[in-house]
C-alpha cells in the first residue's frame, strides 16, 4: 500500500513537499516515481528514482522539482518548488518492483496552483 500526502493549494512560485510511505520494505522497489495527471490531460511521468539514485524528470519540471527517496523510511518524496499554474494536478506515486513490468499506484493528492 502507498499512502500519499502533502499535497495542496499554493500560489504560483511557491513550494509543496510531497511524500508517498509505502507499508512494506522499500528494498523491493526498483524504481520509485510520482506521476501527474491534470484534468482532460493523460497521465504523465514526473519523475522517477531507482534504488540506487538514479534519477528521470520530465523537462518541464528540471530546474524545479526534486525526487528523492529515503530507503530507511520505505519513503519517496517530491520536493517542488517554483511552481507554476500548469503543474495543478492530480499527483500520483507508483512504484515498480525488481522483476516486475507494470508499477503499483498509490491513491492521488491534488496539487492546485493558484496564478
Known amino acids: 500500500q502507498l499512502q500519499a500526502s502533502g499535497g495542496g493549494l499554493v500560489q504560483a512560485g511557491g513550494s509543496l513537499r510531497l511524500s508517498c510511505a509505502a507499508s512494506?520494505?522499500?528494498?523491493?522497489?526498483?524504481?520509485m516515481g510520482w506521476y501527474r495527471q491534470a484534468p482532460g490531460k493523460q497521465r504523465e511521468l514526473v519523475a522517477t528514482i531507482s534504488y540506487r539514485g538514479n534519477m528521470n524528470q520530465v523537462d518541464s519540471v528540471k530546474g524545479r522539482f526534486i525526487i528523492s527517496r529515503d530507503n530507511a523510511k520505505n519513503t519517496v518524496y517530491l520536493q517542488m518548488n517554483s511552481l507554476k499554474p500548469e503543474d495543478t494536478a492530480v499527483y500520483y506515486c507508483?512504484?515498480?518492483?525488481?522483476?516486475?513490468?507494470?508499477?503499483?499506484w498509490g491513491q492521488g493528492t491534488q496539487v492546485t496552483v493558484s496564478s
Open positions: 507508483c512504484v515498480l518492483r525488481w522483476g516486475r513490468s507494470t508499477p503499483t
Open positions: 512494506e520494505s522499500s528494498d523491493r522497489f526498483n524504481v
